[in-house]
């Protein structure tokens, strides 16, 4: 019934009480291209299907584990057939997962961190354009307007040239947790079975890495990292600072903590140019600064004309009117619609599986450089 | 095929093109509650067609005039029947539509202004009473999280009583085209015909009013208003301020402007007590400031669980995630949702049709007291 | 022994204890311009000469009261003499102790409000003018870099032609004492014997008043306010709120309040014209908004080449080396000092008694139209 | 003439344009203790004694030369003599020039950097211990009232144990003249005779240095650091960060730019503890931010009686009139000269040789690091 010209979006993980898969559908649902069809929505069958129940999906498209979902899907018409998958499980699951529904010609949203190691990430890389899948990998804070506005000075010269970049990524929340070896237990990100070789620097640090070399269009290539567990009996870190140099010589750094106490979500990235320079916070996400040697400090704001095409394109909405990550995430989503529907799209508009092995690279440096005894260790 | 769980949406207007359409339509996917059905989505039945392809609508749910809109659904059994329609026209058809949609038994969410006038206020207040219709009007500044907050904290009463009310809504878009007759003359919201008897004071004046009653509390009674139509050939003001009584003796004032060059949507609220005082603004959503006379100010923030219950249930997503126009809006379409499924909801979840009656006594009154040179007016 | 390049300061008032003494002395230092000479530092002669002691100032230049000190310095050879006397009193001498100095022809700073009454302030211009004196009135906040830059630019065109002001200046410390009787009883301000006809207006809406003319360079024409006592028993204003129009038309408001609970000194001043407005807050008072219909917001800040001259010359440090109100008022004592020894100074560099005049213009029109039943009155 | 009270005050340097100078003098004058009596004011003779003119200082204590004042000032009795000798001379004759006025008994308050080496810092710290006399260092930033506000917090267990500390000193002079080698040559920070081993370390990064160490009331141990000269023919650093772990195994971070163009002054300072977190930024002074796990956050403003005595102390005026770098150092002289009268003070009223010796050590800490390819090198 429903035109061909919606996308279907089946969910691997994201059911009932998940915060990350609020994030995913209202995003899919604000540009209007997407249709929730069906996915794997638990590990439990039955929480699944009541999940599905509470969307009005369709019971038939709700299976038990993503061998079925691979099975049933490819058992329907191409037109009928989930478009997209986004992974929203744990982050031990996003590699197998992922493997398998790309393997399976299924176009992907994965969550990040996108792998537990280069190699898999790398492998991740290979088999989506074996496959030639849409890949997209959930750095929610590149669909935010103004770091697209900042790309895009950046590149457009208004800064000049680079020379000194400092990102951070700063959150409390296992301050409550991580002074208490019982409630630390409680904690999945802690575990690295769950969660991975990283907890601060894999989960935080990553979108940190991330947004530097999306924004600033050059590459890490050697970090010196010193992080931190607090305590010798946990084993991941939950603070962390990278020292990088990127290929070409420039100086940065990234700052990750989640006992950064009361933070709550403090991300930022300024870069400076030898003519100008760029501010950005996530917590106040409509204000880009730009600052140079002798003129007044400029604030932009989305939705105006000033701005960069992309930036504009990012907005659905009149000035002084707040967007925030929902719309940042809709836009990844938007995005990847157009690659999946081959229409034109800016090359900013979402990250991909090469962001993934950057991110897995940056990951494994840090753990090196850090074991090391921070020493200097190339990505 | 769908199940009874969503509602059935229908929209009037909002058709390609609409800047509030958008902000309605994301706001109802948000919640995934409801189903976007059909609707008349342009006066020009063409592009109403060519609008509902591109969002995969049935055409068969897609209607030339209200007329057929009714009787269409009408005809269909009720389980597949619109139940909730979003008028989204033009000001001047607010009172029509609106009143044609709830004699139908259709429940309604209305763009602001309600009417042009307090006595179809007052028709529509008891039509919709009669017909025992939900009837949500958009004042989607209510669905802020902090501004919800702000009213729990005063109903508890964290500022004491309420001694000073000044809120404010400066925009600067009309500038642009103020200075020009031609200019000018492009711009609806500038013609009596399509706007009403005011343009600042009933588009975002109004606003202002709402919040005030809507987070103290208490009713305005009286007002004694200056207004602005900064040139003699402009019919409709383009600012104004007004200053209010409160029913218990509490003096206050509303600021509004669409000439405050340069300003975005400058919304703010600030409510002093004699305990405490309140202070929000729009444009840096996130923030509730919390001032005494002998602590530090305190920065109240969404998402955490030192805020009441209603503000909690009106925020998606964890602390420092910013939310913004469009979540809020949701709320208001997730409170609609309630009273249509005869849920229980808050009282504050949707300003309804009360609200629309004493925000065209607020406009009738300013109007007023201005013609008679600014002497006060009781609502 | 000193030469004679340094001009002499006296003191009346502003002894042990005076809050706004420490600022003016402080003022006097900062510029190397003055020597604070003697004076009559309190009515009690003992507790002057204490002072005087702890300051190690000449007790032969302490005087027990206003006569001996014009007595005594008058019978001193002009090159000893002093030159400058600063007026710290409570509200009720002002006028008869300016009255006094100034006919024995001693240069006067002021405190504000300059007198009780228009007729007064009258006088006391025309005694300046006829013995040929410099008169400075203590309007601190127009000694502010930044409030000098937004006069500068507006003179400059750089908003174009204005087409609405908002003023305002809140404060809460009389919350704690106002809803008590005794408490209140304790508060000098509020005593028309030593305040005046008013107390918020007098105080702090004559601040927001001034800085409204000395910014945008306009004549408030007429006014119309709603003020209020809070209690019955309560004999001056503790908030009020003044709709005006400048000379040409132009719309604005002064909002004032000193029951605005948990606010400092929060004064701002938002004045837009056709062609960009500019936003000022005294609590911020290193940033400048200059804002426009089309470009990304500016921040002028003190200290660089960007401004105009008269705003670089009332700076002594680097950007980003934040000035307070000591240096606010040090160049209002600065042009003072210009003026005394007949150097070049700027028009803004120091109101007058030409500005007292207006203030108390401004004081009496809005008592008038309070009284009136909130009517336009003239200035 | 003058009574033995005010304590005479010399200056060696700063002379006519010195930026440092207009600093110092005015922090004398604004607490009143201080008077200023001669000097050496300029290696230029005339040029001295034209600025000791220009202030009306009596010449026969204007002196051509430190060996001069010394001769000069020790000839005369004890209580006319220069008490306190401010040394704001640039950086390399520092130390040759304290070394001689402590060895002749002056009381000192010296620029910071102290010396270029560790070797004459403790060469001071002896001398000036061995002479029995009152050494004050400039760390200018320690004067701040929320600076101090947060020392005592922190003292006090508002924030629990530190587990993160996050410092930053931010400018961006030096972009408009490092790009060019002329321009580059003009600039006396950039040469090693005049400014010593490092520029942006030793002037800026010293400073956040001793904030972390005043603040935290922890010792810095071990530091690993990064810093960059931007061209290989510049000399000395420009920009630096340094990882450090103190004494008790707190992890932190020093950031330090003097090319993070458009920057003015960006110093800020963010203490984490297991309940709470203290942040301050030196441009917007007058706030402290407070945040714990679970409250809302706490803004903390000067002059109010919920601050420690300290703070309260350190304060002139009544909250939301803004105080600035002039009130800071202003505090610094208050502590001086309580401790040269022997008056009782706060152990944090003025930083002292200690500190200097500390910052010298964290300076050579940092290059030595620097030079052995990013290595941990203890202080």
Chains 1, 2, 3, 4 share one sequence.
């Not at 990350?20 to 069958?45: K, N, P, Q, T, W």
């Not at 019971?59 to 037109?79: H, M, Q």
């Not at 950005?280 to 600064?289: C, F, K, V």
């Not at 840090?366 to 200097?376: K, T």
Request: charged share 20%; hydrophobic share 40%; proline share 4%.
């Amino acid at each position: 019934m429903m035109s061909s010209k919606k996308i279907r979006l089946g969910l691997i993980g994201g059911g009932s009480g998940s915060f990350i898969s609020v994030v995913h559908r209202i995003a899919a649902y604000m540009g209007e291209r997407y249709e929730l069809v069906g996915g794997v929505f638990s590990a439990d069958f039955d929480s699944g299907k009541r999940f599905a129940e509470s969307l009005n999906l369709d019971l038939s498209r709700t299976y038990p584990d993503l061998e079925s979902f691979v099975r049933g899907e490819s058992a329907l018409p191409v037109p009928e057939r989930i478009e997209v998958v986004s992974i929203l499980t744990p982050n031990f699951l996003h590699y197998p997962m992922a493997k398998k529904v790309i393997s399976a010609g299924f176009n992907v949203v994965c969550e990040k961190p996108m792998t537990f190691t280069v190699a898999e990430a790398l492998d991740i890389e290979r088999l989506a354009s074996d496959n030639n899948i849409v890949f997209g990998l959930a750095h929610t804070y590149t669909g935010y307007p103004m770091v697209r506005q900042m790309r895009e000075m950046i590149a457009a010269g208004d800064i000049g040239k680079i020379q000194k970049i400092d990102a951070q990524y700063y959150q409390g929340w296992i301050n409550p947790f991580i002074h208490d070896a019982e409630k630390r237990a409680g904690v999945w990100r802690l575990d690295p079975q769950m969660s991975g070789q990283s907890c601060c620097i894999g989960d935080v640090g990553i979108h940190a890495f991330n947004l530097v070399e999306y924004i600033s269009g050059l590459e890490v290539a050697t970090v010196l990292a010193d992080i931190d567990t607090l305590y010798e009996d946990n084993l991941l870190d939950v603070d962390g600072t990278a020292l990088f140099r990127t290929g070409n010589g420039v100086r940065g750094l990234i700052r990750a903590s989640q006992i950064a106490t009361g933070e709550e979500n403090n991300i930022s990235v300024a870069i400076y140019g030898d003519k100008g320079a760029l501010k950005w916070q996530q917590e106040a996400p409509t204000e880009l600064h730009y600052l140079t040697d002798d003129q007044p400090r400029r604030i932009y704001k989305p939705g105006n004309s000033y701005n960069s095409e992309f930036a504009q394109d990012s907005t659905k909405i009149a000035p002084g009117h707040p967007e925030g990550l929902f719309d940042a995430m809709a836009n990844l989503y938007s995005g990847v619609a157009k690659a999946v529907r081959n229409e034109n799209f800016h090359p900013g508009a979402f990250p991909g599986a090469a962001d993934g092995v950057r991110g897995m690279k940056f990951v494994e440096a840090v753990l090196a450089s850090n074991r090391g005894g921070q020493v200097w260790v190339d990505l």
